[in-house]
């Protein structure tokens, strides 16, 4: 059972637009929900991160919404670039089960020059 | 942020010998590194925890007795593929859980590729 349902599985943007990914999970335990940008043969590098104590946060371009009724969060690429083409993960953890990770199915974004 | 360091990047091994994957927390100390195997274009999937001077939590449908972890010390956790097939061929990436960060975030290694002839 997938606890952390992710879309769109891929998403072509025009550099400068936005893009927009999707996630939403059921678990009301989970208390931490990351993004990680991965780049082909590499590994996970974390993007930023948030708790359920707050609706929004952003860090230069990234921006993660939260919407804790809806159970749903997003990550929004603002004046988004070519180098940002990569596969997008979110994630959802509970500090009360040891801070397993339940990973999305990931993104795969290209953003058009 | 935090650096989490594998070796080797990849690997290239005959079917039937053993591979050991080294998984390092660089700068700060580990008590819970994950291990996780991922197909291409596919997200990923945990094998396996490891926890410091404890023996490693398998996730259902993975061989203990095939997927040797070690958590020696606080920055140091180790993978080894026994007896390695064709099908073992993947992308392994370990994390490492800082444990002073908040809410026990996972930083990544750079991953291994292993492919078994």
């Known amino acids: 059972q997938q606890q952390v349902k992710q879309s769109p599985q891929s998403l072509i943007v025009q550099k400068g637009g936005i893009s927009i990914i999707n996630c939403a999970y059921e678990?009301?335990?989970?208390?931490?929900f990351p993004w990680y940008q991965q780049f082909p043969g590499k590994g996970p590098a974390l993007l930023i991160a948030i708790r359920p104590d707050v609706s929004e946060k952003k860090e230069g371009r990234f921006t993660i919404s939260f919407n804790k009724s809806a159970k749903q969060f997003s990550l929004h690429i603002m004046d988004s670039q070519p180098g940002d083409s990569a596969t997008y993960f979110c994630a959802a953890s509970s500090s009360n089960t040891g801070n397993q990770f339940y990973f999305g199915t990931g993104t795969s974004l290209t953003v058009i020059p | 942020g935090a650096v989490v360091s594998q070796h080797p990047s990849r690997v290239i091994c005959k079917s039937g010998t053993s591979v050991k994957i080294e998984c390092r927390s660089l700068?700060?100390?580990?008590?819970?590194m994950f291990w996780y195997r991922q197909f291409p274009k596919q997200s990923l999937m945990l094998m396996a925890t490891s926890n410091e001077g404890s023996k490693a939590t398998y996730e259902q449908g993975v061989e203990k007795d095939k997927f040797l972890i070690n958590h020696a010390s606080l920055t140091l956790s180790t993978l080894t593929v026994t007896s390695a097939h064709p099908e073992d061929s993947s992308f392994y990436i370990c994390s490492a859980r800082e444990e002073a960060g908040p809410w026990g975030t996972q930083y990544f290694g750079p991953g291994t590729r292993l492919l078994v002839l």
């Open positions: 678990n009301t335990a989970f208390d931490y």
């Open positions: 700068d700060f100390q580990a008590t819970t």
